[in-house]
């Protein structure tokens, strides 16, 4: 069973470029999360969705930044216009629905955006 | 407000030597506290959870222990060792509608040779 995969692992882009980080939870999980870590920073949640529907998003910047989790197909943060302060690690989490009994949540290995 | 806070923010420590850290939280209402370990370059893993009933779990040499009544939070490493370097990681489940994770900002251990 493999686990969390984000990819790309790195990506540099321009600024005013798309950035789009992709997220295949593992296998069974039907939650992703989204959190931003800037360098020597903790984690900061940014998204929260189940397939096809954003259950909290109050940690993502107003404008640029939209996740989705599709029906079919990995989870998708897309960040237009990027700017150098976007630059940062980017982590995606999966889990099965949260309960009183089951709150972990698994992470990928992340994806480090550098704006140049 | 719903805030988990961690001190100290880093530590640097002998191999060999332990330490404990500290968590605070403010979260309500509660469901459990998780601790995590997230080396360099790497997304966080799990090392223990507690529930509002537990006061003390083990994992190893790593101890964490809860007290619901203060909501404080301690994670206790014995016998450190280089590998133990790493940001640690306190989460606590905020138990509404929609469960929610609430993250500290990390202890960044140091461990020395």
């Known amino acids: 069973n493999a686990g969390v995969m984000q990819n790309p692992r790195h990506l540099v882009r321009r600024r005013g470029q798309e950035a789009r980080l992709r997220c295949s939870p593992m296998?069974?999980?039907?939650?992703v999360y989204w959190y931003r870590q800037l360098p020597e920073e903790g984690l900061k949640f940014m998204v929260y969705?189940?397939?096809?529907?954003?259950?909290?998003e109050s940690g993502m910047p107003k404008e640029r930044f939209s996740a989705e989790f599709p029906k079919e197909g990995p989870s998708i943060l897309r960040i237009q216009q990027v700017v150098r302060g976007d630059s940062a690690a980017y982590f995606c989490?999966?889990?099965?629905?949260?309960?009183?009994?089951?709150?972990?949540?698994?992470f990928g290995q992340g994806t480090r955006l550098t704006v140049v | 407000k719903n805030q988990v806070e961690q001190s100290p923010q880093s530590l640097i420590i002998l191999e060999g030597k332990n330490c404990t850290l500290q968590?605070?939280?403010?979260?309500?209402?509660?469901?459990?506290l998780r601790w995590y370990k997230q080396d360099t370059g790497r997304g966080p893993v799990s090392l223990t959870i507690?529930?509002?009933s537990e006061n003390t779990k083990s994992n190893g040499r790593y101890t964490a222990t809860l007290d619901a009544d203060t909501k404080q939070s301690s994670l206790h490493i014995t016998a450190s060792q280089l590998s133990d370097s790493a940001s640690y990681i306190c989460?606590?489940?905020?138990?509404?509608?929609?469960?929610?994770?609430?993250w500290g900002a990390g202890t960044k251990l140091i461990i020395k040779p």
């Open positions: 969705l189940q397939k096809e529907n954003i259950i909290d």
């Open positions: 296998k069974g999980h039907s939650h």
């Open positions: 968590c605070n939280y403010t979260v309500s209402p509660f469901s459990n």
């Open positions: 989460v606590v489940t905020r138990m509404d509608s929609n469960y929610q994770l609430i």
């Open positions: 507690m529930t509002f």
């Open positions: 989490a999966s889990s099965l629905p949260l309960t009183v009994m089951n709150t972990e949540a698994f």
